[in-house]
């Protein structure tokens, strides 16, 4: 076992502590009020721990987004830890999954994704900085609030902050396993609108254009770019339509999932998506793609280096890949070498037995510390 390692499973209890501090604010990312509570908290928390520059960038939906550096003038080209401290559990969902814990594991609402994944970054950034062993560029952690949602309004801030970054570290949950992610599928959104014409069913049938027949037949030609072997899923997910029981329906409006592993992939079936066309005469369609993240794709050379540094200090990771997104992706379409899944092991991201594996907390903090000092 390293010294580091060693050190860290000292911290064990330090770090439950932290973590029962963010769990007990609850973060739904829908309630920007109990957010901003959380906000506050790290905010100090942040200052009090020696960061050379906190900055609050105040919301007006989303809870704000916060972004402290540390070695704010090293000449270095910069790290960027990206953390998000919104969950999918709503306000109140404590007393139902109550913070609490079992033998190995602790439970709680985002404890796992992803809380745990902020104290090992705060844990593994306070150690080195104890020890004078920061590496001599500046660290930034960006703290955001809407990644359960897809980022809308921290995106642009992502991209901004990590165009220069070397290297982005990103302690979102690892797999159930403990494998970090090293491919992750992209998804986007999209709105299918179908125009008819409206007309009476009974008097003036044959004056309508039936909207709903139309999207029937968009819906069956859409379903047939699924391409499941390839990773790539189109699912048309939710539909509504019609105005009255006896009028022929004028207005359809549907939601369509797509989920692909490649840019490629995301490519062609944006145009295939968006070269959808009527099949009716006077009907008319459009598709257009709403909010989504690019996939990551597979990058060699970042495991293995990662894999390596970790043996030296007594950490054995494996990698996986998962459909599931997250604002790695983002850094990761732009060429920025990304490694995601950093954070703790666990099961039950979004379910009700969302739960922490303890002793995987000094673990990987000493990965993530280990990384700071070697890349
Ligand atoms: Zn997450």
Partial sequence: MSELLEYFRGRQDEMLELLTEMVKRESFTRDKAMVDRLVDFLERQLNSLGADAVQRFPQDEAGD???????????GQPYLFMVHIDTVHPIGSLSSMPIRREGRRYYGPGALDMKAGL????????????????????????????????SPQSEA?????????????????????????????????????????????GIAPQEGINAIIEF????????????LKYGTSVSVTMVEGGSAGNVIPAHVRAHIDTRVLTLEAMDNLHAALTALYPKMPGATVTCARQHGRPPMERRPGLFE??????????????????GGGSDGNFTAAMGIPTLDGLGAHGDGAHASHEHVIIDSMPRQATLVAAILLEW
């Fill in 65 to 75: 987004f916060l972004k402290a550096t540390w070695n704010i003038n090293s000449s």
């Fill in 119 to 150: 104290v090992i970054v705060l844990e593994a950034i306070q150690a080195l900085r104890e020890r004078d062993q920061l590496p001599d560029r500046p660290i930034h952690l960006l703290i955001t609030t809407d990644e359960e949602i897809g």
């Fill in 157 to 201: 801030l992502i991209k901004a902050l990590a165009a220069d970054c070397a290297l982005v570290l990103v302690t979102e949950p690892a797999t159930k396993e403990g494998a970090i992610k090293t491919w992750r599928k992209g998804g986007g959104k999209y709105e299918l609108i179908v125009e008819g014409r409206a007309s009476h069913a």
């Fill in 216 to 227: 029937a037949q968009q819906a069956l030609e859409i379903n047939r770019l699924n391409d």
């Fill in 305 to 322: 280096k990662a894999a390596a540094i970790g043996e030296r200090y007594g950490v054995t990771i494996y990698e996986a890949g998962t």
